[in-house]
């Protein structure tokens, strides 16, 4: 059995980390799954506890700007993007000084992600256990990334130490991946933090939106992997495809069908008249279906008879281009129109 770990027992949960065990962390994306990212045993048991291929590197979270510099030397523009990001929501790619990081952190490549959330348990728990924490999303490898704890307990009770709880993460989405070890800044994941927001600080600043083929090595390890996807099918559908929908969805009563959509859409379409449709809400915008996306994923999961499930699609404004990149994934890149 794991432990809850409550904000006044970081002691515990440091001791943890300094005893090589995993602790899973509250941030403001996604709950982490933390290990001393100066133990190379305790990293091991990462990989090993998500099912996570060894080739995909890990972020590394610090306490502050001053931990970074122990393992690489920060550039001007880097160092912007710290002061002005920072705590927050943006991983940073830097090249790192030999030596210092081991292979198990890097996947062996000559850069590090590093990320300081703004979390302040989580600082705390850093600074009490005076080891930065490496930590990939708390989920099994392919599931959608934990929100809450219960979703840490629910993949990976029993195999780590506890989680440290502090309750549901505000963003739901993990952090904008920016790689700054090239000429120009690159996002190799779409976070809360935008090209929009990134350009008027470091300039000019490329999205890399290249798909990554089977037997090709990506930027970033992590995007060649299959992610996010619960047992049914997802479909995205698009805002005047909602009536289309409504017709599938009284042509299969014998089916239970997940929908998630703003309350907008529920109310319009009278989604509640229909039986056979499990309704999540995802709010009113993308920022909130940022919010619910995963924990809505999971929901349906829990569902055995739920077999397909429907939602919606957003403009790749803003958040809406991390929520899209993510639901794009757990869809397989399948839309409402794609449907036998
Ligand atoms: O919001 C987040 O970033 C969450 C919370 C817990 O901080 N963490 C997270 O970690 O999402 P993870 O491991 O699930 O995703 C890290 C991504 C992966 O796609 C990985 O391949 C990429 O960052 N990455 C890590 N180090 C890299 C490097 N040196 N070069 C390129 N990509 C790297
Ligand atoms: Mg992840």
Same mark, same amino acid.
């Given at each position: 059995?794991?432990?809850?770990?409550?904000?006044?027992?970081?002691?515990?949960?440091?001791?943890?980390?300094?005893?090589?065990?995993?602790?899973?962390?509250?941030?403001?994306?996604?709950?982490?799954?933390?290990?001393?990212?100066?133990?190379?045993?305790?990293?091991?048991?990462?990989?090993?506890?998500?099912?996570?291929?060894?080739?995909?590197?890990?972020?590394?979270?610090?306490?502050?700007?001053?931990?970074?510099?122990?393992?690489?030397?920060?550039?001007?523009?880097?160092?912007?993007?710290?002061?002005?990001?920072?705590?927050?929501?943006?991983?940073?790619?830097?090249?790192?000084?030999?030596?210092?990081?081991?292979?198990?952190?890097?996947?062996?490549?000559?850069?590090?992600?590093?990320?300081?959330?703004?979390?302040?348990?989580?600082?705390?728990?850093?600074?009490?256990?005076?080891?930065?924490?490496?930590?990939?999303?708390?989920?099994?490898?392919?599931?959608?990334?934990?929100?809450?704890?219960?979703?840490?307990?629910?993949?990976?009770? #029993?195999?780590? *130490?506890?989680?440290?709880?502090?309750?549901?993460? =505000?963003? !739901?989405?993990?952090?904008? &991946?920016?790689?700054? %070890?090239?000429?120009?800044?690159?996002?190799?994941?779409?976070?809360?933090?935008?090209?929009?927001?990134?350009?008027?600080?470091?300039?000019?600043?490329?999205?890399?939106?290249?798909?990554?083929?089977?037997?090709?090595?990506?930027?970033?390890?992590?995007?060649?992997?299959?992610?996010?996807?619960?047992?049914?099918?997802?479909?995205?559908?698009?805002?005047?495809?909602?009536?289309?929908?409504?017709?599938?969805?009284?042509?299969?009563?014998?089916?239970?069908? #997940?929908?998630? *959509?703003?309350?907008?859409?529920?109310?319009?379409? =009278?989604? !509640?008249?229909?039986?056979? &449709?499990?309704?999540? %809400?995802?709010?009113?915008?993308?920022?909130?279906?940022?919010?619910?996306?995963?924990?809505?994923?999971?929901?349906?999961?829990?569902?055995?008879?739920?077999?397909?499930?429907?939602?919606?699609?957003?403009?790749?404004?803003?958040?809406?281009?991390?929520?899209?990149?993510?639901?794009?994934?757990?869809?397989?890149?399948?839309?409402?129109?794609?449907?036998?």
């Amino acid at each position: 059995m794991s432990k809850i770990f409550s904000s006044d027992e970081i002691k515990l949960a440091a001791k943890a980390i300094n005893a090589g065990e995993l602790v899973s962390f509250p941030t403001e994306t996604v709950y982490g799954l933390g290990a001393d990212a100066t133990n190379p045993e305790a990293v091991k048991k990462v990989y090993a506890a998500k099912g996570r291929p060894s080739d995909n590197p890990l972020i590394v979270h610090v306490a502050d700007q001053a931990e970074v510099a122990k393992f690489a030397d920060i550039d001007a523009k880097s160092k912007k993007l710290m002061d002005h990001f920072w705590p927050g929501p943006l991983t940073i790619i830097l090249p790192i000084k030999k030596g210092t990081l081991n292979s198990v952190v890097t996947g062996g490549l000559e850069t590090a992600a590093f990320r300081n959330p703004a979390t302040q348990v989580t600082i705390d728990l850093i600074r009490e256990a005076g080891v930065p924490l490496v930590g990939p999303s708390a989920n099994t490898s392919g599931k959608p990334s934990p929100t809450k704890p219960e979703h840490v307990m629910h993949d990976l009770d #029993g195999k780590i *130490a506890g989680v440290l709880d502090d309750g549901e993460t =505000k963003i !739901g989405v993990e952090s904008t &991946v920016l790689d700054m %070890s090239g000429a120009i800044p690159s996002i190799l994941r779409p976070g809360a933090i935008t090209e929009k927001d990134l350009e008027p600080v470091v300039g000019e600043v490329q999205t890399d939106h290249h798909q990554v083929g089977k037997d090709e090595v990506p930027k970033a390890p992590g995007m060649k992997y299959k992610h996010y996807a619960p047992n049914a099918q997802v479909y995205i559908v698009a805002d005047q495809e909602w009536d289309d929908v409504v017709e599938w969805i009284k042509q299969h009563t014998d089916q239970t069908i #997940g929908v998630m *959509a703003t309350d907008h859409i529920f109310e319009s379409k =009278k989604l !509640g008249s229909f039986d056979n &449709v499990r309704f999540i %809400s995802l709010g009113k915008d993308s920022e909130t279906a940022s919010r619910e996306l995963f924990d809505g994923l999971r929901t349906f999961d829990a569902n055995v008879s739920i077999k397909v499930i429907f939602s919606q699609k957003f403009d790749r404004i803003g958040i809406g281009e991390a929520y899209m990149n993510r639901l794009q994934k757990s869809a397989g890149n399948t839309y409402f129109s794609d449907i036998d």
